[in-house]
């Protein structure tokens, strides 16, 4: 089987948030949700919008409904089980047929908004980025060192890349 040229981007968006959300379970609720300056929020609050906006994104390629809404009060156990369940559903949609090109169209009350495909699902990876960052940013602010969660950590991790001394 041939891999789509995204896999690896997906993969590592999908293992990078897992690792954060693993990273952060034995932090206390008021360090979960402490403010960060500059960041989109609280730690669980910057968790649950990336995770539940990762499973709206999904809505634009298949009829069913969101794993985790905007707005939830989700704990990171269940952030964790909805980011791998989408991992799967990425790697599905990947392996499809897709159209780069074909308009992704989503509708709203009153409106449309137009985008590729291929565009849509480079902003999941870009999402996806932002906000871990924003959240290693939140641990530092605390402290804490964050886990390596760049594509470098997650090519060492998974065997994807592989370092030849001579």
């Not at 910057?46 to 809505?59: I, P, Q």
């Not at 089980?81 to 989503?106: H, P, R």
Request: aromatic residues 8%; contains cysteine.
């Amino acid at each position: 089987m041939t891999a789509s040229l995204l896999d690896d981007a997906m993969a590592h968006h999908v293992w990078a948030t897992e690792r954060l959300i693993d990273a952060c379970k034995d932090l206390t609720t008021e360090q979960l949700s402490t403010p960060a300056p500059g960041t989109y929020g609280s730690i669980i609050d910057t968790f649950r919008h990336l995770v539940s906006t990762d499973c709206w994104y999904l809505t634009f390629f298949r009829d069913e409904p969101q794993r985790i809404a905007e707005g939830s009060e989700a704990d990171l156990d269940e952030l964790r089980s909805a980011i791998t369940s989408n991992g799967k559903d990425w790697m599905d949609l990947l392996a499809s047929d897709l159209d780069g090109e074909e308009d992704n169209v989503e509708h709203g009350d009153g409106w449309h908004f137009h985008a590729p495909t291929g565009f849509r699902l480079a902003q999941v990876i870009q999402h996806g980025n932002d906000h871990r960052s924003q959240i290693c940013t939140a641990l530092t602010s605390l402290g804490i060192e964050p886990p390596g969660i760049d594509l470098w950590a997650y090519g060492e991790a998974t065997g994807r890349t592989l370092p030849e001394y001579l």
